[in-house]
């Protein structure tokens, strides 16, 4: 088994490129199916779900070649409608968006749940409700969801009684061939579902949203393309609370700075400078920020999968702070192992309030992706050599980062256990 080893303490200096978006990537990949052509699709960032997602469409029978280290070709035109890889499906939630690709092209599909991150049951009766409403039949049965058109689909109004990315992103990708408009109200528009319908729209859709609605116009079919992934802004923004942490100067290449900006203003307000300059933000503080107050919430707003890393950073500030998390109420796994690093954090309800502690190196055990960063942000601050174990969880979502850590001058290794 691999583990992280970080010896803590040392300021970040340097420049690093922010990869490609792990979750508008992953719905891309999935969205291939809808293609019977080739599609290249640049800035892929090399995280292990993608690696997953793409085993996953080659067992179907689609072509996936890698062209480039960031680029890769994949050609549904012989796909089998019929899934493989069970183990690799249940265990990443993304392949949900199979239901919604599978369905269209297919009009039927039988997937296990969809699995993920730990941190409390992840539903998809969202996603269910709109098939349903799109004229599909859905049960699920045994740990498997079946859903299957009764006759022909349908275009149809749908409003999401809750905003979820997810079900967003099934649904349009459910209704971009019907004939019709299918109308989303209360729709999600994080930026990894702009990049969807971006890539869609390239290929011959006509997807337009306009605030928290989207017009899904069907088409007949789609065409092969071309298409970049956005930047991701998760990883963009777990660095700036590693250098919350440790103090420094680095700045941050292929950004785009407007998904960064509502968060970007706390770091600022906490005393980090902040510099953005076409795709690139510098960040710079050499004092201990200042503590903060914040709240998860859909995009714009302060994104929970930022919560951990966040919470990790407060250690380090002058008067510390809350978390109060709004999306997914048990995402506190990363207290207890934090605590272990004598982090000073209480969770009441759904809140971590965070008081600034030193923090000594400790040997963790990452709980899921975030949490996982957020052991490395801590490890970072602390003094010490500080190991972090199940590093499978955190190759999940962030490329190359003890190379990219090591280039901002981090002593992070990447280790094999026994
Ligand atoms: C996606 C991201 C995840 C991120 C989350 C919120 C991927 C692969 N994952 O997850 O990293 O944390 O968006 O930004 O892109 N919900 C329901 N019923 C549903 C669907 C969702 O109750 O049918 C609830 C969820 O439990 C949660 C909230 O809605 O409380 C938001 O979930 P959602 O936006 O769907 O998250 P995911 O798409 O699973």
Known sequence: MEYLQIEGGNRLRGEIRVSGMKNSALPVIFATVLIKDECIIENVPRVSDVFCALDILTSMGARVEWCEKHTVLIDTSWLCGEVKEYEKISKMRASSYLMGVLLARFDSVKIPMPGGCNFGGRPIEQHLKGFCLLGAECLENNGFVEICAKKHLKSTKITLDKISVGATINIVLASVLLDGVTTIDNCAIEPHVDDVICFLNRAGAKVIRKGRRIYCEGVSSLHGVKYRIFPDMIEALTYFTMLGATGGDITLTGVNYEHLSYS?????????????????????????????????????FFPTDLHPQFAAML???????????????????????????????????????????????????????????????????????????????????????????????????????E
């Open 264 to 300: 970007a203003i706390i770091f600022q307000s906490m005393g980090m400078c902040v510099d953005s300059y076409y795709d690139e933000v510098r960040l710079r503080a050499f004092d201990r920020l200042s503590g903060a107050r914040v709240v998860t919430a859909p995009y714009p």
């Open 315 to 417: 250690c380090f500030t002058k008067d510390g702070g809350e978390v109060r998390e709004e999306i997914f109420p048990s995402r506190f796994a990363y207290i207890s192992e934090l605590e272990r690093m004598g982090a000073n954090i209480t969770k009441s309800n759904n809140v971590a309030r965070v008081l600034p502690s030193e923090l000594y190196a400790a040997s963790t055990y990452a709980t899921d992706l975030r949490a996982g960063a957020a052991l490395v942000v801590g490890a970072l601050g602390a003094s010490g050599q500080s190991t972090i174990n199940n590093v499978n969880y955190i190759v999940r979502g962030y490329e190359d980062l003890t190379g990219k850590i090591s280039s901002l001058g981090g002593k992070i290794k990447l280790l094999k256990g």
